[in-house]
């Protein structure tokens, strides 16, 4: 007995890139997580999503949504997979938001960032991009950055997961990162326990948990002004040979 797909067509506007020419991994896994538990509002259940290969962008892709798992292709290339896990995603620790704020002047990226065109981390204009800077958080192993979230990224629900999924993913390479270094986001665990409000004040804020090889691994969360868990990420990067 096979059970049947339901399919649908995903393109990628050019805004959600990250490196040049590709979506931004945090924004397509977002989506896929949204895809999977479909939409629901509150406490979801976490969403791995793993990278296969880079997304384009102002491309027509096939979402493939097949009993507990979701796919996105590029005709008969497999881009992006996935499944449900059956924990909870624990933070990396929270960070007051003003400790947060100031961390961000020590962002790696502002001395020279490798992907400054990317929608979460790069140098964007305001509004446009996410301008989400990590800097590390004194005395701890923390990075951390001030979230003011804007207008210009809210739906009808509030801030859609594929841009909560986007600010959790990148600050957690950050978490590992120098100036100029880089890697490539290849998979992302999600967990959104809350809806986040445009407008609104949170902390975003990550630790590096391991290294590998070339496999970089990290986690990251969105807290909101009194500590509460909004969102965890769980990352693991491939840094080039």
Known sequence: MTTAA????????????????????????GTMEEALNGGRSGSRSAVEV???APTPLETELRLDHVANS?????????????????????????????DAARAEAGFAGLRKHPFAECFACGLREPGDGLRI?????????????????PHTVSGEDGVPASIVGAVLDCITGWAHFSPGESA?????????????LPGG?????????????????????????????????????????
């Not at 393109?11 to 890139?17: A, N, Y």
């Not at 701890?140 to 001030?146: C, E, I, K, P, S």
């Not at 490539?184 to 986040?196: C, D, E, F, K, Y």
């Not at 590998?212 to 990420?233: F, H, P, W």
Request: hydrophobic share 45%; glycine share 12%; net charge positive.
């Open 133 to 149: 800077f990590p800097g590390p958080v004194e005395d701890t192993d923390l990075v951390a950055a001030g979230w003011r979230v």
């Open 70 to 98: 979701v796919s996105l292709s590029h005709g008969d290339k497999l881009l992006v997979e996935a499944i449900p896990v059956a924990e909870d995603l624990e933070g990396p620790g929270f960070v007051p938001f003003n």
């Open 184 to 196: 490539l986001l290849g998979r992302l665990a999600v967990q959104i326990n809350g809806s986040i």
């Open 201 to 241: 004040r949170y902390s975003v804020v990550a630790r590096p948990t391991g290294r590998d090889g070339r496999k970089l691994y990290g986690q990251s969360a969105i807290y909101e002004m009194d500590g509460t868990l909004v969102a965890a990420a769980r990352a693991t990067w491939i840094a080039p040979r």
């Open 50 to 52: 793993t990278l296969h």
């Open 6 to 29: 339901l399919q649908t067509v995903l393109t990628v506007p050019k805004r959600f890139r990250g490196p040049v020419g590709v979506a931004n991994g945090g924004w397509i896994a």
